[in-house]
T-cell receptor, first 111, second 114 residues
Framework: DQQVKQNSPSLSVQEGRISILNCDYTNSMFDYFLWYKKYPAEGPTFLIS?????DKNEDGRFTVFLNKSAKHLSLHIVPSQPGDSAVYFCAALNNDYKLSFGAGTTVTVRA | DGGITQSPKYLFRKEGQNVTLSCEQNLNHDAMYWYRQDPGQGLRLIYYSQIVNDFQKGDIAEGYSVSREKKESFPLTVTSAQKNPTAFYLC?????????????FGQGTRLTVV
């Protein structure tokens, strides 16, 4: 039973425009959410996170929004750059240390 | 310098053989994790450990075993009972005590069973 869902397997965006990645979750016990970026044959690297007590966190070009009532979070990347082309994973943590990931969204930034 | 190391990067085994994947971290992290990645499947949790000598099954633990005898080490054994062992395996660690923290990943081990 997938508790973290990324329903869009892929996203194509033009360089300079905004990329919006979505993530839904089902477990109301999740209290910390993270986004990771991954290139093929490498380990994921951490991008940005948000605690359940906040609704927005911003770090440079990356902003994460959390809507707890909808059990939904999103990652905004603006402006998108060619180096942003990668797979992006949403992850969620609950208080028993279990860290669950979604299936990922492949982002392609077009020149 | 600090980090999390998985070895080897590529591993080939014959069907029916057990194989152990290594994961070592020198970040002084309490929690460690093993994930498996298959094409289009994302990262699926195999086992995780909050502290030395304690670990819990993740979502796909069948056919795998782990141990956590030392804080810095969390080896994963892929047994012959695992029906589809060929995959990319990722290990992660996290400073779990106190506030919410991110997990750091190793570079992965590609296991191919022939």
């Amino acid at each position: 039973d997938q508790q973290v869902k990324q329903n869009s397997p892929s996203l194509s965006v033009q360089e300079g425009r905004i990329s919006i990645l979505n993530c839904d979750y089902t477990n109301s016990m999740f209290d910390y959410f993270l986004w990771y970026k991954k290139y093929p044959a490498e380990g994921p690297t951490f991008l940005i996170s948000i605690s359940s007590i906040k609704d927005k966190n911003e770090d440079g070009r990356f902003t994460v929004f959390l809507n707890k009532s909808a059990k939904h979070l999103s990652l905004h990347i603006v402006p998108s750059q060619p180096g942003d082309s990668a797979v992006y994973f949403c992850a969620a943590l609950n208080n028993d240390y279990k860290l669950s990931f979604g299936a990922g969204t492949t982002v392609t930034v077009r020149a | 310098d600090g980090g999390i190391t998985q070895s080897p990067k590529y591993l080939f085994r014959k069907e029916g053989q057990n194989v152990t994947l290594s994961c070592e971290q020198n970040l002084n992290h309490d929690a460690m994790y093993w994930y498996r990645q298959d094409p289009g499947q994302g990262l699926r949790l195999i086992y995780y450990s909050q502290i030395v000598n304690d670990f819990q099954k993740g979502d796909i633990a069948e056919g795998y075993s782990v141990s956590r005898e030392k804080k810095e080490s969390f080896p994963l054994t892929v047994t012959s009972a695992q029906k589809n062992p060929t995959a990319f395996y990722l290990c992660a660690s996290r400073a779990a005590s106190g506030a919410n923290t991110e997990a750091f990943f190793g570079q992965g081990t590609r296991l191919t069973v022939v």
